[in-house]
């Protein structure tokens, strides 16, 4: 089809409206009386949110137009208003010369056929700005008016019988192209059909015009090794898999719903007893049921609402789904199997801090002129115990923690966060927990609470890309802890730095070092443990294609527990499947 339009518009470009009659009409099967117009177009399926379904699967689809029916002429009568809308509102407006598109250069493959259907026939359009937008998706609506529209200027100048029109020889020199390709032209028709069969099985068994499923699979050997640790524990196999359904109802939300099973445990201390802290926890242990029982662990609702964005959570509510963490490479969001092994590496212990249900809203200010970028402004409130009603539970009166957060972006290369977080935890539960009574980061010491306790913690991140080579970042946090209990308040530090280099070796490919000091807290508390828990952590995720990658690392902890004789190293070889 493409070399008979081709060949017809170096004939004469007035023979181009003729050619797609008269081959659209070779290609519908002539099995009754009514003539049927097929043509085969793209069309996208799912509508897309900004940020969240960025790829949208286009897949052929055929259009039928048959004896028009009641449900014919809708479309006929949306064709033609899609047509006219750009005259009567100033949507599109016409142009007399190609030089008018400021995106349209003479190099441009298409631009010979661009400037004679604008200049000889005059019915292409372009947008108010100028720009002819030649490489955004095309809809079946546009197609047909822009279809419309030429044939129309065609009929226009046989009617009226102006210009150098269609000559006998150039009708001659169609029949005789018409006749050239009959034979592509007859395995077209039979494409066509089989792609209309195609298509009418796929929109009778697909799942959702709105849904898409997104799935992750993680297998992980892992081990760890040194003194009385190392001894304690084995070499171990183990599993997550997530299942997302991420929905749009508009093209601009996100509802996502999100099933969840693993099997991963978390190694035990010198004692044989699992860990209570959250030093050396991997981010694929996060989540787990331990025995690969399916649960609900994420159901958000994500929204624009004039200027700001709304962010509604009804399970599995955290900061960082929100809120910019600003730790590029390294924060995988909801600790997934393609960032940092280690939850401690993934971004700033600060957003740990409470999570569940609740309500977020993010809202951007500012201008930005010179080489200070637009900021926002974003506040979020989460509750752990949304679901009791019981007392000293519920949405306000369980743990919650509420976080305000100043976003700034220096130039194209900086990006700058400010962070408080106030939250509540009751007496017996875990400070750096989210939700439930497991710690996810931080020393034992830094996350046990033997009384209800009032938090203030302040936290800064930055990341800094000085090239498309080398990401560097970083973060630091502290938490003032106030217990009901006599004598039973402290202090919590903790900070990080790390260094990415992507497409490290090749593309898709990221090597990664996080050295910093976990969550912890020293003082009369503590006796006997005092030393502040270093880990440093480097891991190499290798592409093995577009849906799987084998990331080999190494974490060395030094002090866990906060005591200075006992290191630790971990090993872990994470194979991710995301499909």
């Not at 170096?10 to 409206?17: F, I, T």
């Not at 044989?272 to 958000?300: C, R, Y």
């Not at 955290?318 to 590496?345: E, I, M, Q, W």
């Amino acid at each position: 089809m493409s070399n008979l339009l081709w060949k017809s518009l170096v004939v004469s470009p007035a023979v181009l409206g003729a050619t797609l009659l008269v081959s659209s009409a070779a290609i519908a099967a002539p099995s009754t009386n009514t003539e049927v117009l097929t043509t085969v177009v793209p069309t996208t399926e799912v509508a897309t949110t900004e940020t969240k379904l960025s790829e949208v699967a286009q897949e052929p689809v055929i259009v039928a137009q048959a004896a028009p029916t009641s449900e014919d002429t809708k479309v006929i009568n949306q064709v033609n208003l899609y047509s006219n809308e750009g005259r009567a509102n100033n949507s599109q407006s016409q142009v007399t010369s190609v030089s008018q598109f400021s995106d349209v250069q003479p190099t441009d493959w298409a631009f010979q056929a661009l400037q004679s259907l604008v200049e000889r026939y005059g019915c292409i359009a372009g947008y108010p700005n100028g720009t002819y937008r030649g490489n955004r998706a095309l809809t079946r609506y546009e197609f047909a008016a822009g279809l419309n529209a030429c044939l129309d200027r065609v009929n226009e100048l046989i009617a009226t019988a102006t210009a150098d029109l269609v000559t006998k020889e150039d009708l001659a020199t169609l029949q005789r192209l018409q006749e050239e390709f009959s034979a592509e032209l007859a395995t077209l028709r039979g494409r066509v059909d089989a792609l209309e069969a195609r298509t009418a099985e796929l929109e009778a068994n697909q799942f959702s015009t709105t849904t898409k499923l997104a799935g992750e699979a993680i297998f992980a050997v892992t081990d760890v090794f040194g003194d009385d640790i190392g001894d304690a524990n084995n070499t171990v196999f183990q599993n997550r898999v997530r299942l997302t359904l991420n929905t749009s109802f508009t093209g601009r939300d996100l509802l996502t719903t999100r099933l969840a099973s693993g099997n991963a445990n978390r190694f035990v201390d010198n004692t044989g007893t699992p860990t209570t802290g959250g030093e050396g926890l991997q981010t694929f242990q996060v989540g787990s049921t331990g025995n690969n029982n399916v649960v609900v662990d994420k159901l958000t609702y994500e929204a624009p609402i004039g200027p700001a964005q709304v962010y509604l959570a009804a399970v599995g509510g955290r900061h960082d789904h929100y809120a910019a963490v600003n730790n590029p490479y390294f924060h995988d969001k909801t600790d997934g199997g393609n960032g940092s092994l280690s939850t401690f590496s993934a971004k700033n212990p600060i957003y740990r801090i409470g999570g569940g249900a609740g309500i977020a809203v993010n809202l951007p200010f500012g201008r930005g002129g010179g080489i200070l970028r637009p900021s926002s402004l974003t506040v979020g409130y989460l509750g752990s115990e949304p679901n009791n009603p019981g007392t000293g539970s519920g949405i306000f009166n369980g743990n919650y923690a509420a976080l305000g957060q100043l976003n700034f972006s220096v130039g194209d290369r900086v990006a700058l966060a400010a962070t408080y977080v106030h939250g509540y935890t009751g007496a017996g539960s875990q400070l750096f927990a989210n939700e439930g009574n497991v710690a996810l980061v931080g020393t034992r010491q830094a996350n046990t609470l033997n009384d209800p306790a009032s938090s203030n913690s302040y936290g800064l991140s930055a990341a800094f890309r000085p090239s498309d080579k080398l990401s560097v970042s970083g973060f630091v946090s502290y938490t003032d802890v106030t217990a009901s209990g006599i004598n039973n308040d402290k202090e919590i530090w903790s900070y990080g730095v790390g260094v990415a280099l992507p497409d490290f070796g090749k593309q898709g490919n990221v090597l990664g070092i996080f050295a910093g000091a976990q969550p912890y807290s020293l003082g009369r508390l503590n006796p006997g443990a005092n030393e502040v828990p270093y880990q440093v952590e480097g891991f190499y995720k290798y592409r093995v294609s577009e849906n799987i990658s084998i990331t080999p690392g190494v974490i060395w902890l030094t002090n866990p527990g906060q005591t200075n004789d006992n290191d630790a190293i971990i090993g872990t070889l994470r194979t991710t499947f995301t499909f």
